[in-house]
């Protein structure tokens, strides 16, 4: 029974490391995935002041940073790369637009 436990959470393993690997390889998906993270706010600051909102907030930033912790577990790279992806983009698209 052990062994089917460990096997399973091998397979686990693998299917995650593959998938981390596959938004490493595609342009689209680190776009995607850039996307989501921005939409769950992971760097934003918290307003105490609205306490419904800052809940909210707080459970969408707890979602991303679940998820930025996940990318970390199977490629610790990957997360930087992203981010610095986003800011070229920025700075190009502010660069474009003057």
Partial sequence: MADELKDADKGHDQQMARAVRAIRLDDDL???????LHLCGVSASLNP???????YQFGRQSAGQDFQALLMTYDPTLYADLLREDALQSTTETYDET
Avoid: G, K, S
Avoid at 49 to 55: D, F, I, L, P
């Fill in 49 to 55: 002041e609205h306490t419904n909102t800052a809940m």
């Fill in 30 to 36: 680190r776009y995607y995935v850039r996307q989501f």
